[in-house]
């Protein structure tokens, strides 16, 4: 089972981001919180953790509004 991140923009379509694929979800969602930052920068505002082809689950990298 090969564990990536899907990334999508603003209006919720596709954008390309890194290629990573990683051997477990704690390895992917590990990647993900150390990069956020970065892919948030570069236009993707949320990501959607997928187990080969099987969407796991989605979250937004946007800040909350307080």
Sequence with gaps: M???WR???TDGKS???PTESFASQADAESWV???W???A???VTSVALVEDDRVE???SLLPTAE
Excluded: F, I, K
Aim: hydrophobic share 30%.
């Design 57 to 59: 689950y989605r979250m």
């Design 37 to 39: 930052r970065e892919l």
């Design 7 to 9: 990334y999508e923009g």
């Design 2 to 4: 090969a564990w990536s």
């Design 41 to 43: 920068a570069s236009g």
């Design 33 to 35: 919180g150390q990069t």
């Design 15 to 17: 954008v390309d981001g």
